[in-house]
């Protein structure tokens, strides 16, 4: 089918009463354009049980666009086909009900050629509603991109062309296509089958022809072996790429990417690419860009790819639901592995109105949504059918979790099925009992970790728990480290990954991953902050640590990676841990809270920050944390030496008093300096700077311009203590879509667009010395986009956008 965006035209408002609208009192509608976010404009409201939601309502929000049907479009299929709508979507065609879809993470597709007026103007309305729904922020509304398909009677089905690589070796690859034909009209239709395999130059490297016959009003699929000789393999440092070209002779034609690639499972060799051992560096994340909200840009999902894998991690957890395409576009064409994952829930409620309520009716569609969607990606190695399913500890939830198996495994025999089992939250009925009998309580109930691995090595949860691993092909497992080991002694052939874990126990974690064959792969909780679940990551001082912050916190504060994309102290120690990283780190405790007892929960870093900078602390104590793999550091710090350490764990701290200067971290191994790190205190007059990460970008395919902007010295050194203002002025082919920086706890927005005067929505404070602007192209040319804070000379940066 013809396939073209469906993005712009649209228009959003809250949705009110249809009693309310005949007195009036409506909401108007506005101008906006796909991918879009309606919660992200909503102001935050102070409540008890906001933050999982980063303290934005709940709402319902209406959309509608106008479009012209030709009328050579009448007697063909047209199909318009959303990516996602968050959540609860219906849609109506001229007024009439067209479908619906409840879950927010589902691509979908509406016959729409039968509401049709052809030759005129036709009006489509989405309605989508989000409220105490989900454990984070979600975003609403239309918020991965839509497409409109038309076709003949008799066409390739939608996501209708299955590439599969069952049989490789170094001098050729089977390449099996299998293409789904549908005959919507009255006769039996015979027709030409072309095949075309394209290597990444587009030169053509394999070709099949055949005949395909298709009853009337029913579907065939025709398969084909073609051959591949000498093929460049999919992996994670080479992702080499083909595309197969589809032609039905006359009528429609399909064009999909692939790779070529294998994978074996074992307890010895573990997991296995193109016949390589690999161990997963794995990031969890959720699916928000930040400043964006929930809107799924193509470009800034493949930036979040890059800065991952530039930071050590070689796979992705989408947790907890199906990942966007474009996202899998780009782990594809960047080397990132993957694992898709389907439900937060299944039949048990999490939150009050959240998916369990309409998964016995719709688990099996969605499921089928999820794999059809991943078919033809390489990077996806594996499904997991839920994350910490309450009901996998009960025989009735093993049931479920053999169904959702045997589902996947019936669409997709190519990857392999995972669960993330929380293994004390599958036994919390047995929790209090395990708690009396566990040695130490007052211990493990002072560290939620330490208590998790406590209940998950007992016999109760390896009894509760057998069936529901029994029915996976490896054993996700969160927060339960204590099993790697016990799990090798007790069942040898239990391949194991950790699905989700602590960022504070990665060293441990990593260890066990390179000790033990079975277990092959870690998870951090997360690789990338997130909006909602506010504060789990906080650093916290005092007595006794509170899971969720107040108002006005809106972030999680647990990635690697912050919001905006910049790499915090546990990004690099995780480097280090992972051997990547030869160079060791410098990160220093913020001196305000020497002295203080940190509380912070498993998920919070120690209070750090990569700086020398601390103005109004000359002479205070201070607390130095030096990364290394190396055997032992000695920090300098203006030539003097503090002292020369073993390193412990990956780490070693100094106690030192502030001075402004340089400090000088020398790593050494057998005795001889193995390598360096330096910070500098940033001198002299505050300087604005704007970066973009590409000069270029393109008018089209969801490309966007993220420019950082930063509080500097002369020698570009950042001031993380000169926090100002930012006025942001944006002209020519570009407009300003989202604007804000990493602070955890703020009320400013971050929509560019939002509801509050122009003047407000583009002046934002910086955090830590730096902001984030994103700006998206409205058409060719060029993009200038100045930027003014108190004190400091004005920066401008040109962006050019090329015609796609």
């Known amino acids: 089918m013809i396939r073209t965006s469906f993005n712009d035209g649209w228009q959003v408002r809250p949705k009110t009463n249809p009693f309310a609208e005949l007195s009036g009192q409506t909401a108007p509608y506005r101008e906006v354009m796909l991918p879009h976010d309606a919660m992200i404009e909503q102001a935050r409201v102070p409540s008890e049980e906001g933050g999982a939601g980063g303290y934005f309502p709940g709402g319902v929000y209406e959309y509608r666009k106008t479009f012209l049907v030709p009328e050579e ?120 089958l072309l095949i075309e395999l394209h290597d990444v130059a587009g030169a053509v490297v394999a070709t099949g022809r055949s005949k395909v016959t298709v009853l009337p009003g029913e579907s065939a699929i025709a398969r084909q072996r073609l051959y591949v000789r000498e093929p460049d393999l999919w992996s994670i440092t080479d992702p080499a790429l083909y595309t197969c070209h589809v032609t039905l002779a006359g009528l429609d034609s399909e064009r999909v990417t692939f790779g070529i690639r294998s994978l074996q499972l074992d307890p010895v060799h573990g997991l296995r690419l193109n016949g390589e051992s690999v161990k997963l560096r794995g990031a969890c994340i959720h699916h928000d860009n930040g400043v964006l909200g929930a809107a799924t840009h193509a470009r800034a999902e493949e930036r979040r790819v890059q800065i991952l894998k530039a930071a050590g991690f070689n796979a992705i957890r989408m947790s907890h639901h199906p990942m966007s395409t474009a996202m899998l576009d780009a782990c594809d064409r960047l080397g990132m592995l993957v694992v898709d994952e389907t439900f937060d829930m299944w039949t048990s409620a999490k939150s009050p109105y959240d998916y369990s309520l309409s998964f016995p009716e719709w688990w099996e569609r969605d499921v089928e949504a999820m794999v059809a969607k991943d078919y033809n990606h390489p990077s996806v190695i594996m499904y997991s059918i839920g994350n910490e399913i309450p009901e996998t500890g009960t025989p009735s939830g093993a049931a479920w979790g053999r169904k959702l198996a045997e589902k996947v495994r019936a669409l997709d025999g190519t990857r392999y099925v995972t669960n993330a089992i929380n293994n004390m939250l599958a036994v919390m009925s047995e929790l209090a009992s395990l708690r009396e009998q566990a040695a130490g309580i007052n211990t493990l109930m002072a560290d939620a970790g330490d208590m998790m691995n406590a209940v998950a090595a007992s016999d109760v949860v390896t009894e509760r728990t057998a069936e529901s691993y029994g029915v996976l092909d490896v054993a996700g497992m969160n927060y339960s480290d204590s099993r790697h080991a016990l799990d090798h002694e007790k069942f040898p052939d239990r391949i194991i990954l950790g699905t989700e874990t602590f960022p504070t126990r990665i060293d441990r974690n990593w260890a066990l991953v390179l000790q033990y064959s079975t277990v092959i792969g870690d998870f951090t909780w997360t690789g990338w902050d997130y909006l909602g679940e506010v504060g789990i990551g906080r650093p916290q001082y005092g007595d006794r640590p509170v899971h969720t912050a107040p108002y006005p916190y809106l972030l999680a504060g647990c990635g690697d990676i912050d919001i905006t994309g910049h790499r915090r102290p546990a990004s690099y120690y995780r480097e280090i841990v992972f051997g990547l990283r030869t160079q060791p780190y410098l990160a220093v405790q913020r001196p305000e809270h020497h002295g203080e007892t940190f509380i912070g929960s498993p998920w919070a870093w120690s209070d750090t920050l990569a700086s020398w900078t601390w103005p109004g602390h000359e002479g205070a104590p201070v607390t130095v944390e030096v990364y290394s793999d190396a055997d032992e550091v000695e920090l300098f710090l203006n030539g003097r030496s503090l002292g020369r350490r073993p390193v412990d764990r ?128 409205t058409g060719p040319g060029k993009i200038r986009l100045l930027a003014s804070a108190p004190d400091c000379d004005p920066a401008e940066i040109i962006i050019t956008v090329e015609p796609s």
Do not use: C, M
Request: aromatic residues 8%; proline residues 3%.
């Open 73 to 192: 479009h009448r007697g063909k299929r047209v199909v318009i086909e959303f990516e996602g709508v968050y959540r609860d979507a219906t849609v109506f065609v001229n007024g009439d009900y067209a479908g619906q879809r409840p879950y927010g993470y589902s691509h979908f597709h509406i016959d729409a050629d039968r509401f049709l007026r052809f030759g005129q103007d036709n009006e489509i309305r989405v309605e989508a509603r989000a409220h105490q729904d989900s454990r984070w922020y979600t975003g609403a509304g239309i918020y991965r991109d839509t497409w409109l398909l038309v076709g003949a009677v008799v066409r390739i089905a939608p996501d209708g062309v299955r590439v599969t690589t069952p049989d490789i070796d170094a001098e050729r690859a089977v390449v099996e296509v299998a293409t789904t034909v549908v005959n919507d009209s009255i006769e039996i239709r015979t027709a030409d």
């Open 650 to 777: 990956f780490r070693v701290a100094f106690e030192a008093t502030y001075e402004p200067g340089e400090l000088l971290a020398l790593a050494y191994r057998d005795g001889v300096e193995s390598g360096r790190d330096v910070l500098r205190s940033a001198t002299g007059p505050v300087r604005l700077r704007a970066e973009g990460d590409r000069p270029v970008i393109s008018a089209t395919g969801g490309d966007l311009a993220h420019i950082t902007l930063s509080l500097t010295d002369a020698d570009g050194t950042l001031y993380t203590s000169a926090d100002r203002q930012i006025r942001l002025e944006v002209s020519g082919t570009g407009a300003l879509v989202g604007f804000g920086s990493a602070d955890p706890s703020t009320e400013e927005r971050f929509d560019a667009t939002g509801h509050r005067a122009h003047e407000e929505a583009t002046v934002r404070r910086t955090y830590e010395g730096r902001a984030l602007a994103v700006v998206r192209p």
